[in-house]
């Protein structure tokens, strides 16, 4: 009887050691967010990263049912530090442009989005005298410099107040989401900025998740994952929580 307990107790171990060791070997997705793009992805109070991509991509996690390693970067590392597969996957708001399409995966649309030229008063887009800001990295800046605009890059969204309270810039270009925060930054109510849409093919479209191009199992799993949040609406929780209007 003495041994049978001590072969049980021994089952008992090796399960239990298994156990751990298949825990300790399980993947931690490494997924790349934002800081300073409110109301997308921020910092809190409390200095631990907040906003609607940032709650997506917890939710995502959860319906993987995989561990997942959030770090900030700056949006003009993104899309090189995906393809160099520093990043699993990112959760940031990204047009499929045919020259990202280029060099990482995308998950399938998770909303549509317009781009916003946000101006002093007479200031029309393309104004051969108007300086502009943009994000290093976006679609944005790129759109402008293809066209010859006098941009200044800058290296978050929440830069754009600042400049443009200073009057070190006349306009900046700006995804339809950020756009909502900054129109209510008070440092730029006593400005009258008026606010244009612009819906070129380059600054307009579906917005997706980046993904490791050698990883298109892990983009497969992302798209279930995001149609598990949208059934069970996690999805929209997060939309309210974050948003003042619906995502389409």
Same mark, same amino acid.
């Given at each position: 009887?003495?041994?049978?307990?001590?072969?049980?107790?021994?089952?008992?171990?090796?399960?239990?050691?298994?156990?751990?060791?298949?825990?300790?070997?399980?993947?931690?997705?490494?997924?790349?967010?934002?800081?300073?793009?409110?109301?997308?992805?921020?910092?809190?109070?409390?200095?631990?990263?907040?906003?609607?991509?940032?709650?997506?991509?917890?939710?995502?996690?959860?319906?993987?049912?995989?561990?997942?390693?959030?770090?900030?970067?700056?949006?003009?590392?993104?899309?090189?530090?995906?393809?160099?597969?520093?990043?699993?996957?990112?959760?940031?708001?990204? /047009?499929? %442009?045919?020259?990202? #399409? !280029?060099?990482? $995966?995308?998950?399938?649309?998770? &909303?549509?989005? @317009?781009?916003?030229?946000?101006?002093?008063?007479?200031?029309?887009?393309?104004?051969?005298?108007?300086?502009v800001a943009a994000v290093a990295g976006s679609a944005q800046l790129r759109y402008a410099?293809?066209?010859?605009?006098?941009?200044?890059?800058?290296?978050?969204?929440?830069?754009?107040?600042?400049?443009?309270?200073?009057?070190?810039?006349?306009?900046?270009?700006?995804?339809?989401?950020?756009?909502?925060?900054?129109?209510?930054?008070?440092?730029?109510?006593?400005?009258? /900025?008026? %606010?244009?849409?612009? #819906? !070129?093919?380059? $600054?307009?479209?579906?917005?997706? &998740?980046?993904? @490791?191009?050698?990883?298109?199992?892990?983009?497969?799993?992302?798209?279930?994952?995001?149609?598990?949040?949208?059934?069970?609406?996690?999805?929209?929780?997060?939309?309210?929580?974050?948003?003042?209007?619906?995502?389409?």
């Amino acid at each position: 009887m003495a041994k049978l307990r001590r072969q049980a107790c021994l089952l008992l171990f090796l399960a239990l050691a298994g156990c751990v060791f298949a825990q300790a070997g399980e993947r931690v997705l490494r997924v790349a967010i934002l800081s300073n793009s409110p109301p997308m992805s921020y910092t809190d109070a409390q200095g631990r990263p907040a906003g609607f991509n940032v709650g997506v991509a917890r939710a995502l996690c959860e319906a993987m049912a995989v561990q997942c390693e959030l770090t900030v970067v700056e949006l003009k590392q993104v899309v090189d530090a995906l393809a160099a597969g520093e990043f699993d996957f990112s959760a940031v708001s990204l /047009l499929a %442009t045919p020259a990202r #399409q !280029a060099k990482i $995966l995308f998950s399938k649309p998770y &909303y549509h989005s @317009n781009s916003i030229w946000f101006a002093r008063p007479g200031i029309e887009p393309g104004a051969a005298t108007a300086r502009v800001a943009a994000v290093a990295g976006s679609a944005q800046l790129r759109y402008a410099r293809a066209r010859g605009w006098n941009v200044e890059p800058v290296h978050h969204h929440s830069d754009f107040p600042a400049l443009l309270a200073a009057g070190k810039v006349d306009a900046v270009l700006i995804p339809m989401a950020t756009s909502l925060t900054l129109r209510q930054d008070p440092r730029i109510q006593s400005l009258a /900025l008026e %606010t244009t849409v612009l #819906q !070129a093919p380059e $600054l307009s479209g579906d917005v997706c &998740y980046g993904v @490791n191009p050698r990883d298109p199992e892990l983009r497969d799993r992302i798209d279930e994952a995001f149609d598990q949040i949208k059934r069970d609406g996690r999805f929209d929780r997060l939309n309210t929580e974050y948003l003042p209007f619906r995502l389409q």
